[in-house]
């Protein structure tokens, strides 16, 4: 449980310690924003903050971290419990882990040599990144780059070396486009 004002844990279950990585007793007053993985911008917090004071429940799938500073997900829900005079007093934070879900996720969508996007992802993404173009009324771009004679660095140098050039090329592109709404595939 987190108390509403002050958004530090005032109790905790054991199984949350255990997957946190924490006691129980050092997870007490400990503001509960410092378990969160990748910061999360004050825009994020604030929709969950409105959503909760609404008095409605906030779910969703977020990074989190262990006292050692790993990483791990977690399908968290929020749900604000209020006191007898009808005001939040706490909030009820269930924190699911699916960090082994996350890492299937990724593995289907990711591209193990070049680390990029694979041809499938591309195919699931580019449809609805066309339509939301469209209901936007925003431009978008599409570039699709090939790798001239790519054969003869492989024929010459070998498949090794071919494989390190296809994964700097691929980390000069993922740098280059590095935006939110940017993709990168490596679809041949």
Known sequence: AIDFKTQKIIWTSKSFAQLSGYAEDELVDLP??????????????QKIYQTLL???????????????????WV??????????????????ATRVDITDKKRVE??????????????????????????RAKRDHHPMAIA????????TVNDSY????GDKVLHEVAQQLASSFNRASDFVFRVG
């Open 75 to 92: 399908d968290l829900t929020l749900t604000p419990n209020k006191n007898i005079l009808g005001n939040i007093s706490t909030i009820l």
């Open 32 to 45: 509960y924003l410092n378990l969160s993985g990748k910061s999360l911008e004050d825009e994020g917090i």
């Open 144 to 151: 699709m780059l090939d790798i001239d004679l790519f054969k």
């Open 54 to 72: 609404q008095g409605h429940t906030w779910q969703d799938e977020m990074q989190a971290k262990k006292k050692d500073g790993e990483a791990y």
């Open 158 to 161: 070998g498949h090794q070396h």
């Open 106 to 131: 990724q593995l289907a969508i990711i591209d193990e040599l070049t680390g990029l996007y694979n041809r499938r992802y591309y195919n699931k993404v580019i449809e609805s990144e066309i339509r």
